[in-house]
T-cell receptor, first 112, second 114 residues
Framework: DAKTTQPTSMDCAEGRAANLPCNHS???????VYWYRQIHSQGPQYIIH???NNETNEMASLIITEDRKSSTLILPHATLRDTAVYYC?????????????FGDGTTLTVKP | EAQVTQNPRYLITVTGKKLTVTCSQN?????MSWYRQDPGLGLRQIYY???????DKGDVPEGYKVSRKEKRNFPLILESPSPNQTSLYFC?????????????FGSGTRLTVV
C-alpha cells in the first residue's frame, strides 16, 4: 500500500472550515483514499473514502486531485467536538486488501 | 446495534501469564484485523483475517497469535506477555476483504503487563 504524509498538527476556529491535507504521491490506480478520525483514545471512526472523484457525505467532503497524488478532507463547519486525530490511509481496491497501514495522522484542534 | 465488541476494556497482568483478548462483530463482516497503538507510533497492524480460517501477519506480529474459527470472532492471544506488549489494542472489521469498505473499530483494550 502507498505511504501517506500528513501535517502533524493543525488548528481551526470553531465554525470555520477545516481543510486537512494528505499527500499520497506513490498511490497506484487501484488504491482508495480513506479518512478516519480518533477522538482521544476511542476506536477510530470511518469518515469518508474515494477513488478518483470528489465525495461528500454528512460528515465531510473529500477532494482528490486529478493526478490522485494528494487529497484534502474538508469539515465544512468545524465544532469543538471535531477536535481529534485524523488519519489518511490508502487501501487496495480489489482482492487481498489485507495489510492496512495507519500513519501518525494530523491532530486537529478546533478552538472557540 | 451494529458493532465490534472487545473484551476486556482494561487488563493488568503479569509477565508470562497467557491471556486472550476477545473480539466479536455482529455485522457478518468477512475481514477482521488487530492493531496496537502506542504513543508516537500510531496504529500498527498485528494480524488480519480475510475470512474464516484465513489469517496473515501484519507489521508487528511477534509475540501474538490469532485464530478465526468462526466469522464473527477473532481473538488475540498473547502466549507469554511481556512489558513491551503494554499498549492500547483495537480490533476492526469490514464487510469484504477488498478495499471498497471502511473499517468499524472496537472501543479498545488497554493492556498493562507488569
Amino acid at each position: 500500500d502507498a505511504k501517506t504524509t500528513q501535517p502533524t498538527s493543525m488548528d481551526c476556529a470553531e465554525g470555520r472550515a477545516a481543510n486537512l491535507p494528505c499527500n499520497h504521491s506513490t498511490i497506484s490506480g487501484n488504491e482508495y483514499v480513506y479518512w478516519y478520525r480518533q477522538i482521544h483514545s476511542q476506536g477510530p471512526q470511518y469518515i469518508i473514502h474515494g477513488l478518483k472523484n470528489n465525495e461528500t457525505n454528512e460528515m465531510a467532503s473529500l477532494i482528490i486531485t486529478e493526478d490522485r497524488k494528494s487529497s484534502t478532507l474538508i469539515l465544512p463547519h468545524a465544532t469543538l467536538r471535531d477536535t481529534a486525530v485524523y488519519y489518511c490511509i490508502v487501501r487496495v481496491v480489489n482482492t487481498n486488501a489485507g495489510k492496512s497501514t495507519f500513519g501518525d495522522g494530523t491532530t486537529l484542534t478546533v478552538k472557540p | 446495534e451494529a458493532q465490534v465488541t472487545q473484551n476486556p476494556r482494561y487488563l493488568i497482568t503479569v509477565t508470562g501469564k497467557k491471556l486472550t483478548v476477545t473480539c466479536s462483530q455482529n455485522m457478518n463482516h468477512e475481514y477482521m484485523s488487530w492493531y496496537r497503538q502506542d504513543p508516537g507510533l500510531g496504529l500498527r497492524q498485528i494480524y488480519y483475517s480475510m475470512n474464516v480460517e484465513v489469517t496473515d501477519k501484519g507489521d508487528v506480529p511477534e509475540g501474538y497469535k490469532v485464530s478465526r474459527k468462526e466469522k464473527r470472532n477473532f481473538p488475540l492471544i498473547l502466549e507469554s506477555p511481556s512489558p513491551n506488549q503494554t499498549s492500547l489494542y483495537f480490533c476492526a472489521s469490514s464487510l469484504k476483504r477488498t478495499g471498497n469498505y471502511g473499517y468499524t473499530f472496537g472501543s479498545g483494550t488497554r493492556l498493562t503487563v507488569v
